[in-house]
């Protein structure tokens, strides 16, 4: 008897998206036509921009990006967006920590003056 190929279906959720059951055949990629990746930025937010980065660099997030299971670009994003919203956190507390300071003086000024 003659063994036949048999094709495995898997079935498209979304787990089998995130665990690479499907979508990673190096037989399905293909580039993506202009106007639709154009599309994808734009409903992503994605802007496309050149940098020149340090080798060891490029070669550290590689190496990162193995270990959290993803490309090298999406973890320079993470990174640089952690980056930016700690230093947006970092201003916002040195601006509170003013008014707070501010607000101290202006109740020692008032204090003050009504007991003058």
Known sequence: MIAKNKKVQIENTTEAWESGELGRDIKHARVVD???????????????????????????????????DMGYQPLMREALKRFVEGEFRLIASEVLEKQKTAKTKVSTVRKIRKAA
């Open 34 to 68: 202009k106007v639709i990746g154009a599309q994808i930025d734009e409903a992503l937010g994605l802007q496309m921009i050149s940098i020149r980065l340090e080798k060891d660099l490029i070669e550290s997030y590689k190496l990162l990006g193995t270990k959290y």
